[in-house]
């Protein structure tokens, strides 16, 4: 079932399918939701499935001024409380795991549990950021004109704006890490835009995190082993901690 939501003055197009407990599910930037098709949205045999489309991404119309870190949380945080109203399961790919952290961060309260798929909390942690100017590739451009209401010509417009906003945007310390108390799934390719050791640094930072290196996967994780990735994050979303029978972090 697709629909719309007015959310902060963007009228926000979002998808939910399937019963159970709310999982939302971020996605990544200048992508939209389509980026769960073939593997976590498949979650909806087990939850209730809400996937929004971000302000300027998707089937969410673009709307003058910035697209900022700051917005896009207060969004997801707007969207939640309306549509939602409980606690929920949040995960979020590549951008939408920034968001998703942010999120964590300042309202644990409508955070059950977290995963982080992908993400940075410092620019430093990517091998390569969004550019003012650049050329993205086709295929960004012609999934972007098959559903945008702006169009094809303005997918320029929106790569700027993302990329202003993340040269712009204040990067996390490890002690803001520490503000985000639901357990949370840290997930990456070993062959990642993040840097393996930015990640780890990610799982350090929060106090009650897991970490899944998925092997022979890039940023597009969750494309090439959506199987894998999908039973990762599915078993962390559905099992309670188990101890191990050698504990050093968890101690």
């Not at 520490?178 to 835009?193: E, F, N, Q």
Request: net charge negative; aromatic share 6%.
């Amino acid at each position: 079932m697709a629909e719309y939501v007015e959310v902060n003055g963007v009228d926000t197009w979002y998808d939910e399918q399937g019963d159970g407990d709310p999982l939302v599910l971020l996605h990544g930037g200048l992508t939209d939701s389509r980026d769960f098709a073939p593997n976590l949205g498949t979650l909806a045999d087990r939850f209730r499935v809400l996937t929004p489309d971000r302000r300027g991404h998707g089937r969410t119309a673009d709307v003058p001024g910035p697209i900022t870190m700051e917005l896009m949380a207060a969004d997801t945080i707007a969207f939640l409380e309306k549509v939602i109203g409980t606690p929920s399961r949040l995960v979020g790919y590549s951008a939408g795991a920034a968001v998703a952290l942010a999120v964590g961060r300042q309202r644990p309260d409508l955070v059950e549990r977290l995963v982080l798929i992908s993400g940075a909390f410092r620019k430093d942690g990517m091998i390569m950021t969004p550019q003012a100017g650049m050329e993205p590739p086709p295929h960004l451009i012609d999934a972007y004109a098959e559903v945008s209401p702006d169009g094809r010509d303005h997918f320029p417009v929106v790569v700027d704006k993302v990329a202003t906003a993340f040269e712009a945007g204040d990067d996390l310390t490890e002690e803001d890490l520490g503000a985000v108390p639901c357990r949370t799934l840290v997930m990456s390719g070993d062959d990642d835009l993040v840097t393996l050791e930015h990640t780890i640094a990610l799982y350090r930072g929060l106090p009650n995190a897991q970490l899944s290196i998925v092997p022979e996967t890039s940023h597009l994780l969750l494309f090439e082993k959506p199987k894998t990735c999908t039973r990762i994050v599915s078993d962390f979303l559905t099992s309670d901690p188990s101890p191990t029978y050698m504990p050093i972090r968890r101690s």
